[in-house]
């Protein structure tokens, strides 16, 4: 019998409006006990969640990350949900062009501010 290893899942941008308000939901008791560490990632200085154990149980840790950094801070992180708003159009495509170089499996992109003229969809 094989055991299931619950993944780690982080969120870039969890400083941020939207990203306190995501790492409030995985921190809730629906999702408590389906990751094995939540990762915040912030290009900030400080963090409104501290690193440790959260009151759920779930392993709650920071990373700091920067354009230059993207590779190693995404490492050992097999889901990524994106929350970085509008002004951060730039570092999100940084962002989707280090997944190959990572262990991330899914991927949950950020809708928010996404600039669609630069699609080429057919009209």
């Given at each position: 019998m094989s055991s299931i290893t619950r993944p780690v899942v982080a969120i870039a941008g969890a400083t941020g409006h939207l990203g306190?308000?995501?790492?409030?939901?995985?921190?809730?008791?629906?999702?408590?006990?389906?990751?094995?560490?939540?990762?915040?990632?912030?290009?900030?200085?400080?963090?409104?969640?501290?690193?440790?154990?959260?009151?759920?149980?779930?392993?709650?840790?920071?990373?700091?990350?920067?354009?230059?950094?993207?590779?190693?801070?995404?490492?050992?992180?097999?889901?990524?949900v994106n929350a970085i708003g509008p002004t951060g159009h730039d570092f999100k495509t940084k962002i989707a062009a280090a997944l190959p170089q990572t262990d991330i499996r899914v991927y949950f992109p950020s809708e928010f501010g996404v600039d669609h003229y630069g699609h080429d969809f057919v009209q």
């Open positions: 306190k308000h995501i790492t409030t939901a995985f921190l809730s008791s629906t999702f408590q006990d389906k990751f094995s560490e939540i990762i915040l990632l912030s290009r900030k200085e400080s963090c409104l969640f501290q690193p440790s154990s959260s009151q759920s149980g779930v392993k709650l840790t920071a990373r700091r990350y920067n354009e230059n950094n993207l590779e190693e801070a995404l490492q050992g992180i097999q889901i990524l």
